[in-house]
């Protein structure tokens, strides 16, 4: 079987394409700011790279979030779309897990405590922490930057802590007692989407998957009880 991963949680989207095993066949980032149309042209590409075609795919894993809102929904309809399209299956999983899993990577025989963290904008962060294992130790949240660096200290005790994420580069001093132990992974890859999902329980999320968005949208802040002039529901 193989799996192409996709991760459009941030500015950068991850690609990546797996044998059965989690061998990489191909992998890629790409700039997710632009047309979706070229999100599939990066997309293609890899596919060709690990000399597959969308009716050779096993399945399609696709990150869920919590991320961007519009990147999210780019994100799962074009997982569906493809998925759909070849009649296999798609399967989510977190965004900050495959973080952390990208985390683990870089670090060697590490046993202790991975953090994820992105740039939530508004001044927050999303934030994920995991075992070495990959396993969640706490719910994911989303809060202030200094409030996750507390937490995150917190969740891992005495333990070894390694982290990871964009939300360095945005929120350095507020983050700063993690500094010093902060790895180079920046944002989720497709690899680790699709070796993740592949080592998870696989259910079918093609009909009734959609992105985890964990806080509320913009317009369900500014207009809680509706958008003025909007249809209402009956």
Do not use: Q
Request: some cysteine; proline content about 6%; glycine content about 12%.
């Amino acid at each position: 079987m193989i799996v192409l991963g996709l991760d459009t949680a941030t500015l950068t989207a991850g690609i990546g394409v797996v044998s059965a095993d989690g061998a990489e066949l191909a992998a890629a980032r790409h700039d997710a700011s632009g047309r979706t149309a070229d999100l599939l042209v990066s997309i293609d590409a890899a596919c060709t790279r690990a000399g597959v075609t969308a009716k050779g795919l096993g399945a399609v894993a696709v990150g869920a979030g919590p991320g961007s809102f519009t990147g999210l929904r780019i994100g799962m309809a074009t997982a569906k779309g493809i998925a759909f399209a070849a009649g296999i299956p798609l399967w989510s999983v977190s965004s900050l897990a495959a973080l952390a899993a990208d985390v683990r990577a870089l670090v060697a025989s590490f046993d202790g405590v991975v953090a994820a963290v992105l740039d939530a904008r508004r001044g927050e962060v999303f934030a994920g922490v995991f075992d070495a294992a990959g396993t969640p130790l706490a719910e994911e949240r989303v809060c202030a930057p200094e409030v996750a660096a507390t937490w995150i200290t917190d969740v891992a005790g005495v333990r070894p802590l390694v982290a990871g994420g964009d939300a360095i580069e945005a929120f350095g001093p507020a983050l700063a007692p993690l500094a010093d132990r902060w790895s180079a992974a920046r944002t989720p890859s497709g690899l680790s989407v699709a070796r993740l999902a592949l080592a998870g329980p696989r259910d079918n999320a093609l009909l009734h998957g959609a992105p985890t968005y964990i806080r509320p949208s913009e317009a369900e802040v500014m207009y809680p009880d509706g958008v003025p002039g909007a249809l209402r529901k009956r």
